[in-house]
């Protein structure tokens, strides 16, 4: 069996909008200046990073500040969040190919579900995992290898835009396809780039 494994942010959903204005809400209450968006997802995007530092000038977030990122978020993912441009497609196409397709992404598991129903593509899925109290979050591979294991899979794909999605990959030991029609950039260390739909499905296609 042949599993294709998908990030969410930056690959199938463009929450670009929502990730900065919730970013630049909480900035705004605490009397800060706005952050630029790339700014925002570059930071995201890259292992290592003190977000709380890097966002609101604080070594450690206190239990308010992450509650209410994450109800403002809710909030605008609801409002903003969509599916790239020919993602149902692609989706399909992995599934007329009897491929098994799983969502692997660093947001809360018990968030996932509604997101992909909302954006009309949940169907598409055998697997849904995200992070959680025995789920690290990537580059941690566990998420990765947990999609094996429910899927059986002898062969499998990792399709994210980061380089925690990179090392994840790297990680479980996994080839690895860089979409850089959303948040990614290409990278010259990925087993695969892919700027755009046509091209990944090239790719996945043939693998």
């Not at 209450?29 to 709380?52: C, W, Y």
């Not at 909302?118 to 899925?125: D, M, Q, S």
């Amino acid at each position: 069996m042949k599993t294709i494994i998908f990030d969410m942010d930056g690959t199938i959903i463009n929450s670009g909008v929502a990730i900065e204005k919730t970013v630049n809400d909480i900035r705004a209450n605490m009397g800060l200046e706005p952050l630029q968006t790339d700014f925002i997802v570059k930071a995201i995007n890259e292992p290592g990073r003190n977000l709380s530092l890097d966002f609101y000038n604080i070594d450690k977030p206190f239990a308010g500040l992450k509650e209410g990122f994450e109800e403002k978020f809710k909030a605008y993912y609801d409002l903003y969040a969509v599916c790239y441009d020919g993602v149902s497609e692609l989706l399909g196409r992995c599934k007329d190919e009897n491929f098994k397709v799983v969502l692997a992404s660093n947001a809360p598991q018990n968030t996932l579900e509604a997101i992909l129903k909302k954006n009309e593509i949940l169907h598409f899925f055998d697997e849904v995992i995200g992070a959680g109290k025995d789920i690290p979050q990537k580059p941690d591979p566990t998420m990765l290898h947990i999609a094996c294991e429910r899927t059986n899979a002898k062969k499998a794909m990792f399709v994210g835009d980061s380089m925690k999605d990179e090392l994840a990959a790297k990680n479980a030991k996994m080839a690895y396809l860089q979409v850089s029609w959303g948040f990614g950039k290409p990278s010259p260390s990925a087993t695969f780039n892919a700027q755009d739909m046509k091209r990944a499905w090239e790719i996945i296609s043939k693998f």
